[in-house]
C-alpha cells in the first residue's frame, strides 16, 4: 500500500478522499477528481484504490491520468466477496488513519463503495455517495450491488442521485438530507472519453477493429449478469445468433467477459456464427469508440443504459429489473428480459422499422448532460461553509 504524508492545509481547504476499486467505479469517478483539482483552493484530493479488480481498473487510471495516492492491491485468484469485504475494511482503516480526510466519496454499488463507507463510518469521517439511490427492490437482484447500494446509502451524509426517481428512493427510505439530483458522471466521463480520443486520432481504433466491417450496420453486445447463469444466459445467446441467422449483413461484436460462466456458453453457441464476432473484453477507449460506430446496443450492463443513449443509440435491456427505469421511462432503452422470442422481436424491429429506431435514438437521455461533476464540487463548496458543516 501507498504511502501518504499528511500535509497540513489551511481551514478553508478540505481534504477529500475518493475510494474506488473496478473499472465502472474509476469511470464514473474520473471526471469528478479532475473537477475537484480545478479547484485546490477548496479542496486538497487524495485517491485510493482497492483494486479489487486490477486489470481492468489500471487501464481506465492510465487512460484518465489518475495516478493514486493509495493502492491496497487486493484481487487475488478466485477471490469471494468475504475476501474482498474483510481486506478492504481492514486495508481501509489504515488509509483513513494515515490521511485523516474530511470527506470520503464512495461511488455505486460495489464492494468497494459499501467497505469504504463502513471504514468511513466506523472513524466518523463523513461520506459522500456517487449515484446515490439506485434501486431494483430486489436485494438478490443485482447482487450483491442491490444491497451494498443500500448499506452504502445509509451510511452517507451526503447523496448525489441522478435523478429525481433515484432521489424519490432516499425519501422512502427516510433520507432526505443532503440529497441533490445532479445527474450521472458517467455522462461527464463519456463526453471527456470521446475529446481524448479525438485528440489522439481515429487510426489506431479502426485498426483495432479490421476484422469488422464498419459499413454495415453494427450491434454492440455486453453481457455477463451473474443472476442470468444457466438457462437465462443460454436464452440470450440464442436470442443472439437468431439475430445473426436473420440478419447476415449485421455485424454483431460481443466483447466476452473472461468469467467461465459466460465464455463457456457464449463460444459453445455463438463460436461458429460467421458475423458475429467474440472479441476480448475492450479497455474503456475502445469501448466508447465501439459504441459510438455502433447502430444499437444490446446489454444487461448499468452504466452502458446511461453512456449509449447520450450517442443517440438505442439500448436493449436483457435483465429481468433495472434500477434505472428512468431510460425506460424516457423511451432511450427498453427492458426485455432474458426471454429468447422477446430479445428477437425487440431487436428485429429496431433493425428494420426506422420509427421505432428513431423514436428511440432521439429520446432525450436522463441521466444528464455532462455537467454532474460541477455541480458536485458547487454542492460541497457550499455545504463546506463555515459553519454550514
Not at 133 to 145: A, D, M, Q, V, W
Amino acid at each position: 500500500m501507498g504511502k501518504f504524508a499528511p500535509v497540513k492545509t489551511p481551514f478553508c481547504v478540505k481534504k477529500i478522499l475518493f475510494v474506488f476499486g473496478t473499472r465502472p467505479e474509476a469511470i464514473k469517478m474520473a471526471p469528478l477528481i479532475r473537477e475537484f483539482q480545478q479547484h485546490s483552493d477548496s479542496f486538497q484530493v487524495l485517491v485510493c484504490v482497492t483494486a479489487q479488480h486490477r486489470q481492468m481498473l489500471d487501464q481506465v487510471l492510465d487512460f484518465f491520468s489518475i495516478r493514486p495516492d493509495y493502492d491496497l492491491n487486493l484481487m487475488q485468484p478466485n477471490q469471494t466477496l468475504f475476501d474482498i469485504t474483510a481486506k478492504g475494511l481492514k486495508g481501509l482503516e489504515s488509509v483513513l488513519k494515515d490521511a485523516q480526510p474530511d470527506l470520503v466519496f464512495v461511488q455505486g454499488d460495489t464492494t468497494t463503495a459499501f467497505v469504504g463507507a463502513l471504514a468511513a463510518y466506523y472513524l466518523q469521517i463523513p461520506v459522500a455517495h456517487l449515484e446515490a439511490g439506485l434501486r431494483s427492490g430486489n436485494k438478490y437482484s443485482p447482487f450483491p450491488e442491490e444491497a451494498n447500494r443500500t448499506m452504502a446509502g445509509h451510511l452517507a451524509e451526503f447523496h448525489f442521485a441522478p435523478t429525481s426517481q433515484a432521489q424519490a428512493n432516499l425519501l422512502r427510505e427516510g433520507i432526505t438530507r443532503n440529497v441533490y439530483v445532479v445527474g450521472n458522471t458517467v455522462i461527464d466521463a463519456l463526453l471527456l472519453g470521446l475529446n481524448i480520443l479525438k485528440e489522439k486520432g481515429d487510426w489506431s481504433y479502426q485498426h483495432y477493429f479490421q476484422a469488422i466491417d464498419f459499413d454495415r450496420k453494427i450491434i454492440l453486445v455486453t453481457g455477463h449478469r451473474r443472476e442470468s447463469f444457466g438457462e437465462p444466459f443460454e436464452n440470450i445467446c440464442l436470442a443472439i445468433r437468431d439475430l445473426a441467422h436473420t440478419f447476415p449483413e449485421v455485424e454483431i461484436v460481443y466483447p466476452v467477459h473472461l468469467n467461465p460462466n459466460v465464455q463457456e456458453t457464449v463460444r459453445r453457441i455463438l463460436q461458429d456464427q460467421p458475423n458475429v464476432h467474440l472479441i476480448d473484453p475492450l479497455d474503456y477507449p475502445y469501448l466508447i469508440w465501439l459504441m459510438n460506430r455502433s447502430y444499437l446496443v444490446l446489454t444487461d450492463s448499468g452504466g452502458i443504459q446511461e453512456e449509449a443513449p447520450s450517442l443517440g443509440k438505442p439500448v436493449v435491456v436483457m435483465r429481468d429489473v433495472t434500477e434505472r427505469q428512468e431510460g425506460i421511462d424516457a423511451g432511450t432503452a427498453v427492458l426485455v428480459g432474458t426471454n429468447r422470442q422477446k430479445i428477437y422481436d425487440t431487436v428485429s424491429s429496431l433493425l428494420t422499422d426506422p420509427t421505432h429506431y428513431a423514436r428511440m435514438a432521439q429520446a432525450v437521455n436522463p441521466y444528464g448532460d455532462g455537467t454532474t461533476s460541477r455541480k458536485i464540487a458547487d454542492c460541497l463548496r457550499t455545504a463546506f461553509t463555515p459553519g454550514r458543516f
